[in-house]
């Protein structure tokens, strides 16, 4: 079955930078359209980015777009999230998406 496995998270300071990774397993990853969100404390899901099954077409919400960059590794069947300038209202969990599957998720603290 699809297995989504997201690591990578922690607690860092603002400004600081964390990259998520996703392992997938189960599906055809090559194939897939990946999504990462995420939930904020008391939030509802929050899209954050897309990327195409080949990593040539990205999107990205307001609130990350040009501090977050996703990307793929198809050889690896494993997804990135690389985060910079991370800020306090960046906590939350986030959790990689296949279609309406998502993985357990990791949790991400921005805090001084």
Do not use: H
């Not at 307001?62 to 960059?69: D, I, Y």
């Not at 069947?77 to 906590?91: A, F, I, R, W």
């Amino acid at each position: 079955q699809v297995q989504l496995v997201e690591s990578g998270g922690g607690l860092v300071q603002p400004g600081g930078s964390l990259r998520l990774s996703c392992a997938a397993s189960g599906f055809t990853f090559r194939s897939s359209t990946m999504t990462w969100v995420r939930q904020a404390p008391g939030k509802g899901l929050e899209w954050i980015s897309n990327i195409s099954s080949g990593g040539g077409s990205t999107s990205y919400a307001s609130s990350v777009k040009g501090r977050f960059t996703i990307s793929r590794d198809n050889a690896k069947n494993t997804l990135y999230l690389q985060m910079n300038s991370l800020k306090p209202e960046d906590t939350g969990v986030y959790y990689c998406k296949a279609g309406l599957t998502r993985g357990q998720g990791t949790q991400v603290t921005v805090s001084s």
